[in-house]
């Protein structure tokens, strides 16, 4: 078989770190970091060091985005929290001071890796501005009490498209070559360090830092080599060689070199920040052993739990409103049990396009934060904070601020506990007996009220009516409908009520061409004392069915 190993591979570019960092002394008076872990009942807990007391980290990601351009000339809409010429004072102090008056006490925040403008200047060196901005945004967050959390999606140098992408080949590529090979493990822990080091030159508060997250969302690229070779055996830092042609000795090469990779990062940055928590974000695995070169990302997840020496975990896992669990997360995780680190949800939010209306995505964002803590979650951290420029997530000050409402700790003290949503036009279908003209195995009547986008399918083509009561003569000031239809096409429904003890008149009719997941609304004023509601589809070029039907008082 061809032998592979990495001694070919030039490391001009681990050598123009080690001068940097040879050029910025260490300082021997690193702050304490006042949030660490201990152990209680053989459990691993977040505490505050001055107090002693328990911290649970409760939290949003603050977000700022722009479209910017990359080193070879392109445009990239990406993280522009601290860019040059685009970090914002104003609305930075204003976010974090509203944070604090909400209970909340963490903020992740990104480092942008690779955009002009960003954390490296042109010479390969930390940008002096953005450097400066971060400090800035640390000493604002500490007069505010919320600890900052620094995220990063890839190793920050601005040459990094010839030095990275086309310096690994033929053997490794892009993460793979991050994670894998010495050199790349080598220019990770001599960013960081860099990094650190910076900070302290700075004089920026340390100890206000609540972690150093290694990657926001680390993944592998199996159609890359050397995942996406079959034959051949290779030589990985970690100074072990696997045999490329066996599917279970690249599985032990991924979850060997992740471990090795996360415990010398860690281990250089402990150098030079001796408390430091450090962290690594972790996204849903696939529910398969295989390494497909198919797959473009593939998460190992549970050996980073159990056996990296990383403090935290943060796994990131958003409610999909299709009647996925957290304890099918948990299994793909790998989580069960886990009692030797803190487990903390670093991203979860609601997706717009799954759900009918905010009250329903609020609904499910407070169940499942609560249900997680059966489960060994201990901290969340909401995405986002007030992302008004992305359009497909709720953040936390939309619907005048209901996110907020059910998540802030002044208002729901106990993460673990869900409380009565204070909603101004509550969805009085929610969970109301129904009865269809006919449905699937799967696909049940009383899905299409459960706030979920699990449809109701009647299995059949048009006509069909599902019936909903509302148990008691109720005023109706709106109607929502999202659509569960493929293909899409030119429909007709007829909305029908009744008043107890009268019969059905009806009410609207729509006509015209609808799609899968859209939501048909409209106001219902004049409507009073109804009690049933019956939608029939009189015309469909599906099988008749609805994701979601909202009442709403």
Same mark, same amino acid.
């Given at each position: 078989?061809?032998?592979?190993?990495?001694?070919?591979?030039?490391?001009?570019?681990?050598?123009?770190?080690?001068?940097?960092l040879?050029?910025?002394?260490? *300082?021997?008076?690193? =702050?304490v970091?006042?949030? /660490?872990?201990?152990f209680?009942?053989?459990?691993?807990?977040?505490?505050?060091?001055?107090?002693?007391s328990?911290?649970?980290?409760?939290?949003?990601?603050?977000?700022?985005?722009?479209?910017q351009?990359?080193?070879?000339?392109?445009?990239?809409y990406?993280?522009?929290?601290? $860019?040059?010429?685009?970090?914002?004072?104003?609305?930075?102090?204003?976010? @974090?001071?509203?944070?604090?008056?909400y209970?909340?006490?963490?903020?992740?925040?990104?480092?942008?890796?690779?955009c002009?403008?960003?954390? /490296?200047?042109?010479n390969?060196h930390?940008?002096?501005?953005y450097? $400066?901005?971060?400090v800035?945004?640390?000493?604002?967050? &500490?007069?505010?009490s919320?600890?900052?959390m620094?995220t990063?999606?890839?190793?920050p140098? #601005?040459?990094?498209?010839?030095?990275?992408?086309?310096?690994?080949?033929?053997?490794?590529?892009?993460?793979?070559?991050?994670i894998?090979?010495?050199?790349?493990?080598?220019s990770?822990?001599?960013?960081?360090?860099?990094?650190?080091?910076?900070l302290?030159?700075?004089?920026?508060?340390?100890?206000?830092?609540?972690?150093? %997250?290694?990657?926001?969302?680390?993944?592998?690229?199996?159609h890359?080599?050397?995942?996406s070779?079959?034959?051949g055996?290779?030589?990985?830092?970690?100074?072990?060689?696997?045999?490329?042609?066996?599917?279970?000795?690249?599985?032990?090469?991924?979850?060997? /070199? @992740?471990?090795?990779?996360i415990?010398?990062?860690?281990a250089?940055?402990?150098?030079?920040?001796?408390?430091?928590?450090?962290?690594?974000?972790?996204?849903? !695995?696939?529910?398969?052993?295989v390494?497909?070169?198919?797959?473009?990302?593939?998460?190992?997840?549970?050996?980073?739990?159990?056996?990296?020496?990383?403090?935290?975990?943060?796994?990131?896992?958003? !409610?999909?409103?299709d009647?996925?669990t957290i304890?099918?997360f948990?299994?793909?995780?790998?989580?069960?049990g886990?009692?030797?680190?803190?487990?903390v949800?670093? %991203?979860?939010?609601?997706?717009?396009?799954?759900?009918?209306?905010?009250?329903?995505?609020?609904r499910?964002?407070? #169940?499942? =934060?609560?249900?997680?803590?059966?489960?060994?979650?201990?901290?969340?951290?909401?995405?986002?904070?007030?992302?008004?420029?992305?359009?497909?997530?709720y953040?936390?000050?939309?619907?005048?601020?209901?996110?907020?409402?059910?998540?802030?700790p002044?208002?729901? !003290?106990?993460p673990?506990a869900?409380? *009565?949503?204070?909603?101004q036009?509550?969805?009085?279908?929610l969970?109301?007996?129904?009865?269809?003209?006919?449905?699937t195995?799967?696909?049940k009547?009383?899905?299409?009220?459960? /706030?979920?986008?699990?449809?109701?399918?009647?299995g059949?083509?048009?006509?069909?009516?599902?019936?909903?009561?509302?148990?008691?003569?109720?005023?109706i000031?709106k109607?929502?409908?999202?659509?569960? #239809?493929?293909?899409?096409?030119?429909?007709?429904?007829?909305?029908w009520?009744?008043?107890?003890?009268?019969?059905?008149?009806?009410?609207?009719?729509?006509?015209?061409?609808?799609t899968?997941? =859209?939501?048909?609304?409209?106001?219902?004023?004049g409507?009073t004392?109804?009690?049933?509601?019956?939608?029939?589809?009189?015309?469909s070029p599906?099988?008749?069915?609805?994701?979601?039907?909202?009442?709403? &008082?």
């Amino acid at each position: 078989m061809k032998k592979r190993t990495l001694r070919n591979i030039k490391s001009n570019l681990i050598a123009c770190w080690a001068l940097f960092l040879i050029l910025l002394p260490m *300082s021997a008076d690193a =702050q304490v970091h006042r949030i /660490g872990i201990r152990f209680v009942n053989d459990a691993a807990e977040f505490y505050d060091c001055e107090s002693d007391s328990k911290f649970i980290p409760r939290g949003n990601n603050y977000i700022r985005l722009a479209k910017q351009k990359r080193p070879d000339g392109g445009e990239l809409y990406y993280h522009s929290t601290f $860019n040059v010429g685009l970090y914002d004072t104003v609305r930075t102090a204003q976010a @974090l001071k509203k944070m604090k008056h909400y209970g909340y006490n963490v903020v992740r925040v990104f480092l942008n890796h690779f955009c002009d403008g960003g954390i /490296g200047d042109k010479n390969s060196h930390l940008s002096h501005i953005y450097m $400066n901005n971060v400090v800035d945004f640390l000493r604002r967050a &500490k007069a505010n009490s919320i600890y900052v959390m620094f995220t990063i999606d890839w190793l920050p140098i #601005q040459s990094r498209v010839s030095a990275v992408e086309n310096f690994w080949c033929p053997d490794f590529q892009c993460t793979n070559a991050q994670i894998l090979t010495s050199e790349g493990l080598q220019s990770n822990q001599l960013f960081f360090m860099r990094f650190i080091k910076e900070l302290i030159v700075r004089n920026a508060p340390i100890d206000i830092i609540f972690a150093y %997250e290694l990657r926001n969302e680390l993944t592998f690229e199996p159609h890359l080599p050397p995942l996406s070779l079959s034959s051949g055996t290779i030589t990985t830092a970690n100074g072990k060689t696997y045999n490329l042609a066996k599917p279970s000795e690249k599985k032990k090469m991924l979850e060997e /070199g @992740l471990i090795y990779w996360i415990d010398q990062v860690r281990a250089k940055i402990r150098e030079v920040d001796p408390s430091a928590l450090v962290t690594v974000g972790l996204i849903p !695995p696939q529910n398969t052993d295989v390494i497909s070169t198919d797959l473009r990302k593939l998460s190992i997840t549970t050996p980073v739990i159990w056996n990296s020496s990383a403090d935290f975990v943060d796994l990131h896992v958003y !409610p999909i409103a299709d009647g996925t669990t957290i304890q099918e997360f948990v299994d793909r995780f790998g989580i069960a049990g886990v009692k030797n680190k803190p487990v903390v949800m670093g %991203e979860f939010g609601t997706i717009k396009h799954y759900y009918l209306s905010i009250d329903a995505a609020v609904r499910d964002l407070q #169940q499942w =934060q609560a249900a997680s803590c059966a489960y060994g979650f201990t901290g969340w951290i909401l995405w986002s904070w007030d992302l008004d420029i992305q359009s497909d997530t709720y953040n936390a000050l939309d619907g005048n601020e209901s996110v907020n409402r059910v998540l802030a700790p002044v208002y729901r !003290p106990d993460p673990c506990a869900t409380a *009565s949503l204070d909603l101004q036009h509550p969805n009085i279908a929610l969970d109301k007996p129904v009865k269809a003209s006919r449905f699937t195995k799967n696909n049940k009547a009383s899905h299409a009220v459960d /706030g979920t986008s699990l449809p109701w399918v009647a299995g059949d083509n048009a006509p069909q009516w599902i019936e909903i009561d509302l148990q008691k003569p109720e005023p109706i000031n709106k109607i929502r409908l999202m659509v569960a #239809q493929t293909p899409a096409g030119e429909t007709i429904h007829q909305i029908w009520v009744r008043e107890s003890n009268k019969d059905y008149r009806m009410f609207k009719e729509i006509r015209g061409r609808t799609t899968d997941s =859209q939501v048909l609304e409209f106001p219902t004023s004049g409507l009073t004392n109804i009690r049933f509601i019956k939608v029939v589809t009189v015309k469909s070029p599906s099988w008749v069915g609805w994701k979601e039907i909202e009442i709403i &008082k």
